[in-house]
């Protein structure tokens, strides 16, 4: 069993643009997948393909695929869990003519603009479940799904991905912290904590954030012996 630690929650108001509190989701709980049609919907809505969406997001998910397109020049095929709306996933096929990709993702709205790219092939639903057969891929990689999960259900998922055999798995993460924060941040996450306990701060508990050690402190648990 693995032992919770005391996880650093952090909160959203809006995202691309949309407002939460149009979803009628409770801020003291995590999005459920009911939250994330909905967030889909506007979503698709207010935005008719990518080059329309915020320039800093772009830029952030540009530099992800770039890298990843470094790490797959000699790969074929690949899995990405919790692709969201696919830019990173498009834009490896873009610089990458030669790849097909698996992308799966719990919210079946969110796969629209995708699933017209005919070398992406999307699953909507969870891993590994969601999978017809289980395919051999040249690498799996997550980007920035870890932080909806609590220290169990990380522990769940990736120990998900030891059973199924991966060999080569990448977990790209942005919901990080430093530790060894000064006394004014360490301040400001009190303050935070009791105005939200006190529903007095206003926003969606949106995840949880991790040191790095933690993240390699979970995947070795799991069973992941060479971590770089």
């Known amino acids: ?5 005391t996880l650093k929650e952090f909160y959203q ?22 939250f994330y049609d909905r967030f889909y919907e506007k979503f698709f809505e207010r935005h008719e393909n990518f080059e329309q969406l915020d320039g800093n997001w772009i830029n952030y998910k ?28 498009n834009e490896l096929t873009r ?34 479940e969601c999978l017809e057969h289980k395919p051999n891929f040249d690498l799996v990689y997550a980007n920035n799904i870890e932080y909806v ?11 998900s991905v030891v059973r199924f055999g991966v060999s080569d798995f990448l977990i790209i993460t942005s919901a990080n912290y430093n530790p060894w924060v000064g006394f004014k941040g360490f301040l400001k ?3 935070r904590y009791l105005f939200t306990r006190g529903n007095v701060a206003k926003g969606q508990l949106w995840g949880y954030l991790r040191s790095q050690h933690e993240h390699i402190k979970l995947l070795r648990d799991a069973g992941f012996n060479s971590i770089t």
């Open 149 to 159: 999960f609590n220290d169990s259900e990380y522990a769940l998922f990736l120990n």
């Open 189 to 191: 996450h009190i303050i």
């Open 13 to 34: 108001s809006s995202w691309h643009g949309i407002e939460f509190s149009e979803l009628d989701q409770s801020s003291t709980n995590l999005p459920t997948k009911c």
């Open 1 to 5: 069993m693995v032992k919770e630690n």
């Open 95 to 128: 610089l990458n003519t030669e790849l097909q990709i698996t992308a799966i993702e719990p919210s079946k709205n969110a796969l629209k603009w995708i699933n017209a790219n005919p070398r992406i092939t999307t699953f909507s639903g969870y891993f590994p």
């Open 62 to 89: 540009l530099n992800v695929a770039r890298q990843l397109n470094n790490i797959v020049t000699d790969k074929s095929s690949i899995l990405s869990i919790g692709c969201g709306i696919g830019f990173v996933e």
